[in-house]
């Protein structure tokens, strides 16, 4: 499985937005990019996915690299219930499409 | 539906000893995933099944641990003879062939504590 490097922890206020970075120099011409969040106590929880456009929904927005090699996610206005651990993870769009390979993630601490 | 269901969220249980858990999938979800973490780590994938057929499995499914999911609905996961080192957090996802680019949704989870 192709890897992502995040860091280990980030920090924002309240209200400001938030990008945390991943960077995936070995991604492939069919991997999807995707993001999940885990809250305490909590499973996963799918956040935004792309292929080589930026992507926008209701919780987050996808800003991926031109050469797809490193992709930003972007909180418009962090609230305290974004804390949490977000992992990026390229998932295979063939067929083993369907294992999620998590690394550590990072951290989002929000300060108030 | 109110998404992917976990039963028990907690089990604490002396070594030795055998335990279960449920996973109820959201109903339109004919695939069906177990992952396990543990503490500081992301989850890691143990198991699927696209319907009830069980597609693969890991190397750290020993032969202790088995996963059934029969009718294709609900799908149990069985430890035999628990370890300390089973201890960790049990997650269940749910996701549709159809849209496999799409997320899955993951249950909250099964917290066993091996004592």
């Known amino acids: 499985d192709a890897k992502t490097t995040q860091p280990n922890s980030m920090e924002s206020n309240e209200e400001e937005p938030v990008h945390l970075p991943c960077n995936h120099s070995?991604?492939?011409?069919?991997?999807?990019i995707h993001w999940y969040r885990q809250l305490p106590s909590q499973g996963p929880e799918y956040v935004i996915h792309?292929?080589?456009s930026n992507v926008n929904n209701r919780m987050a927005s996808l800003a991926i690299a031109e050469d797809r090699k490193s992709s930003t996610l972007i909180l418009h206005r962090a609230t305290l219930r974004d804390a949490a651990v977000y992992y990026c993870?390229?998932?295979?769009?063939?067929?083993?499409?369907?294992?999620?390979?998590f690394g550590k993630g990072t951290l989002l601490t929000v300060n108030p | 539906d109110t998404g992917v269901s976990q039963d028990p969220r907690h089990k604490i249980t002396k070594r030795g000893q055998n335990v279960t858990f449920r996973c109820d999938p959201i109903?339109?979800?004919?695939?069906l995933y177990w992952y396990r973490q543990t503490l500081g780590q992301g989850p890691e994938f143990l198991t699927y099944?696209?319907?009830?057929?069980?597609?693969?499995k890991s190397r750290l499914l020993s032969d202790r641990f088995s996963a059934e999911r029969p009718k294709g609905s609900f799908s149990t996961l069985e430890i035999q003879r628990t370890e300390q080192g089973d201890s960790a957090m049990y997650l269940c996802a749910s996701s549709w062939t159809a849209i496999a680019n799409y997320g899955y949704t993951f249950g909250s989870g099964t917290r066993l504590t091996v004592v």
């Open positions: 792309g292929l080589t």
């Open positions: 109903s339109e979800h004919n695939r």
């Open positions: 993870i390229l998932r295979e769009s063939g067929g083993s499409n369907y294992k999620l390979t």
């Open positions: 099944f696209q319907n009830e057929a069980q597609l693969e």
């Open positions: 070995t991604i492939s011409g069919t991997d999807y």
